[in-house]
């Protein structure tokens, strides 16, 4: 069985990087009508990390997991390590990394990078995660789009 294995996907986002990175710099408000709750349940500022329980749902089944999300301001990067959840049930490791990259023209280009561990063979690559998290960066960048 292979170890850890990535994936990724790049979405362009019609608006500032700055904006864009800003709704997971705060670490609240990040939400879209696919996440049920978001929660801060530990945030350390000196580390510019916390831990934060979400439900969303995906494939039209409520998850949830518990990630420790670390803020990388200078490269507009943040990471979410899964550290309890339902998708542990599948994946010995899971962490995904968000870089949020400027373009000279106005706008922006999310870039998500997966890195997951299967706990056997049998497990299929996370690609539900993946169509759940490009759909979420659209409706989060129509909510805050609507909002402006």
Same mark, same amino acid.
């Given at each position: 069985?292979?170890? !850890?294995?990535?994936?990724?996907?790049?979405?362009? !986002?019609?608006?500032?990087?700055?904006?864009?990175?800003?709704?997971?710099?705060?670490?609240?408000?990040?939400?879209?009508?696919?996440?049920?709750? !978001?929660?801060?349940?530990?945030?350390?500022?000196?580390?510019?990390?916390? *831990?934060?329980?979400?439900?969303?749902?995906?494939?039209?089944?409520?998850?949830? *997991?518990?990630?420790?999300?670390?803020?990388?301001?200078?490269?507009?990067? !943040?990471?979410?390590?899964?550290?309890?959840?339902?998708?542990?049930?599948?994946?010995?490791?899971?962490? *995904?990394?968000?870089?949020?990259?400027?373009?000279?023209?106005?706008?922006?280009?999310?870039?998500?990078?997966?890195?997951?561990?299967?706990?056997?063979?049998?497990?299929?690559?996370?690609?539900?995660? *993946?169509?759940?998290?490009?759909?979420?960066?659209?409706?989060?960048?129509?909510?805050?789009?609507?909002?402006?």
């Amino acid at each position: 069985m292979p170890g !850890v294995q990535t994936l990724d996907l790049e979405i362009q !986002v019609n608006m500032a990087a700055d904006r864009f990175f800003n709704t997971f710099k705060k670490k609240e408000g990040n939400f879209t009508d696919k996440t049920e709750a !978001v929660s801060v349940h530990r945030d350390d500022l000196k580390s510019n990390s916390s *831990i934060q329980i979400w439900n969303f749902i995906v494939d039209g089944k409520m998850e949830q *997991i518990k990630e420790k999300i670390e803020v990388d301001e200078e490269n507009k990067s !943040v990471s979410f390590l899964a550290i309890e959840g339902d998708v542990l049930e599948q994946y010995k490791s899971y962490k *995904i990394t968000l870089d949020v990259v400027p373009r000279d023209d106005g706008v922006c280009v999310a870039k998500w990078t997966w890195e997951y561990e299967k706990l056997n063979d049998d497990v299929p690559p996370p690609t539900k995660y *993946i169509a759940f998290v490009a759909d979420y960066t659209r409706d989060l960048e129509t909510r805050l789009l609507s909002e402006s």
